[in-house]
């Protein structure tokens, strides 16, 4: 069963940093991209960051280099570091996992973690 633990999340003021982390399992981390997404109140979800394990990414449209992404293959866990936070990086950050090549698509991904709240204060 493929499961995606997030977690990092929670009450930062403008200007800090986070670091979420994606755990993954169920299986081989190798044969699969990785991705952050992000869904504030009111909007659609948005692609940030994906990954493979050779290390390919793919940014979203709406993500500055604010924001990078990383892999520890030997835990099979991706990260988002997120720096300089604004209050409109407010929202709900999913994990997402699928076989193939990296994509920021929603539907690219069919499997996905609960996610984890991530609150930038002004």
């Known amino acids: 069963e493929v499961q995606l633990v997030e977690s990092g999340g929670g009450l930062v003021q403008a200007g800090g940093s986070l670091r979420l982390s994606c755990a993954a399992s169920?299986?081989?981390?190798?044969?699969?991209?990785i991705a952050w997404f992000r869904q504030a109140p009111g909007k659609e979800r948005e692609g940030v960051l994906c990954?493979?394990?050779?290390?390919?990414?793919q940014r979203g449209d709406s993500v500055e280099g604010r924001f990078t992404i990383s892999s520890d293959n030997a835990k099979n866990t991706v990260y988002l570091q997120m720096d300089s936070l604004k209050p409109e990086d407010t929202a709900i950050y999913y994990c997402?996992?699928?076989?193939?090549?990296?994509?920021?698509?929603?539907?690219?991904?069919?499997?996905w973690g609960q996610g984890t709240l991530v609150t930038v204060s002004s």
């Open positions: 997402a996992a699928d076989q193939g090549r990296c994509s920021v698509l929603v539907r690219a991904y069919r499997y």
């Open positions: 990954i493979t394990s050779d290390g390919r990414s």
């Open positions: 169920g299986f081989i981390f190798d044969d699969y991209a």
